[in-house]
């Protein structure tokens, strides 16, 4: 069972930045894909970033293509989400996954391909 713990969630103006963290309690995420997800208020959880195993392969959602990074630190237990020039439409329960199947290089855009979730972290982007 992995355990995972999202933070850098906040409140932030239009145009500005956050990274949020994606702790995991196994002691090598190594072997887990990663990948971020996102609920805005009312709607249904969408994709928004994916790394695979090896870390070579990302995913993006097209519309935070150019403005999110998705990467990982092993060594660190770590997956982050850098996020920047933030858009009111950002605003979102933002949520962490993995899953250890598949192969090393790829990365997974279904929701239904992760089997471990995080609690999320809410990020408000005012206008």
């Known amino acids: 069972q992995v355990q995972l713990v999202e933070s850098g969630g906040g409140l932030v103006q239009a145009g500005g930045s956050l990274r949020l963290s994606c702790a995991a309690s196994?002691?090598?995420?190594?072997?887990?894909?990663m990948g971020w997800f996102r609920q805005p208020p009312g709607k249904e959880r969408k994709f928004v970033a994916a790394?695979?195993?090896?870390?070579?392969?990302?995913e993006y959602e097209d519309s935070v293509k150019g403005r999110f990074t998705i990467s990982r630190d092993n060594a660190k237990n770590t997956v982050y989400l850098q996020m920047n020039s933030l858009k009111p439409e950002d605003t979102a329960v933002y949520y962490c996954?993995?899953?250890?199947?598949?192969?090393?290089?790829?990365?997974?855009?279904?929701?239904?391909?992760?089997?471990?979730w995080g609690q999320g972290t809410q990020v408000t982007v005012s206008s």
């Open positions: 790394i695979s195993r090896s870390g070579v392969y990302l």
């Open positions: 996954a993995a899953t250890g199947t598949g192969a090393e290089h790829n990365a997974y855009r279904r929701s239904t391909d992760y089997d471990y």
């Open positions: 196994e002691r090598s995420i190594g072997g887990y894909a």
